[in-house]
T-cell receptor
Framework: QKEVEQDPGPLSVPEGAIVSLNCTYSNSAFQYFMWYRQYSRKGPELLMY????GNKEDGRFTAQVDKSSKYISLFIRDSQPSDSATYLC????????????FGKGTKLSVIP | GAGVSQTPSNKVTEKGKYVELRCDPISGHTALYWYRQSLGQGPEFLIY????????DSGLPNDRFFAVRPEGSVSTLKIQRTERGDSAVYLC?????????????FGEGSRLTVL
């Protein structure tokens, strides 16, 4: 079993839909959780960072962490075609995160 | 440019050959990382530099892989005796002290194909 599990999709939704992306993890040492977005043939870019259980909101994006269930989610409200990308969850056990453990990524397509 | 620059963007080589991949981080970023992303997978950590020294090279798969950062800026990832399984996108990232934890600034990657 990999340390981080993420459904690779693909996931296709109509414009304006609410999108839910999820990861589960097995390593209880993970304390810091990130969501990265990766457009085709580009490097990943950080979307959200959280370190505690609960919700964190940034515009149309909400990151949710449930450490007791070892489960994290990213919600995208009012999805746009420009949100079409691969979304990668990432985790680390240290505060100065650098050796990130990534999920496989979920490929999202938002259809106009 | 303002971002992390990686060259070459694409490299096709034959099994057994030697390859060098270069990374030019964002100016002022003291930390530099190499990750490898195979098709359909997330990036996997290879090595982390703080300044000129490799602070953690635990992700390098074997002794065919080596990386240097002699002046604390540009880094080169070196792969000897390439194998078909080395085919992947090699991503370089940098970060600065005091930035958002977990925020790595990635380049577009060097796509390596070993025939």
């Amino acid at each position: 079993q990999k340390e981080v599990e993420q459904d690779p999709g693909p996931l296709s939704v109509p414009e304006g839909a609410i999108v839910s992306l999820n990861c589960t993890y097995s390593n209880s040492a993970f304390q810091y959780f990130m969501w990265y977005r990766q457009y085709s043939r580009k490097g990943p870019e950080l979307l959200m960072y959280t370190y505690s259980s609960g919700n964190k909101e940034d515009g149309r994006f909400t990151a949710q962490v449930d450490k007791s269930s070892k489960y994290i989610s990213l919600f995208i409200r009012d999805s746009q075609p420009s949100d079409s990308a691969t979304y990668l969850c990432a985790m680390d056990s240290r505060a100065g995160s650098y050796q990130l453990t990534f999920g496989k990524g979920t490929k999202l397509s938002v259809i106009p | 440019g303002a971002g992390v620059s990686q060259t070459p963007s694409n490299k096709v080589t034959e099994k057994g050959k030697y390859v060098e991949l270069r990374c030019d981080p964002i100016s002022g970023h003291t930390a530099l990382y190499w990750y490898r992303q195979s098709l359909g997978q997330g990036p996997e950590f290879l090595i982390y530099f703080q300044g000129t020294g490799a602070a953690d090279d635990s992700g390098l798969p074997n002794d065919r892989f080596f990386a240097v950062r002699p002046e604390g800026s540009v880094s080169t990832l070196k792969i000897q005796r390439t194998e078909r399984g080395d085919s992947a996108v090699y991503l370089c990232a940098s970060s600065f002290q005091g930035g958002v934890p977990g925020e790595l600034f990635f380049g577009e990657g060097s796509r390596l194909t070993v025939l």
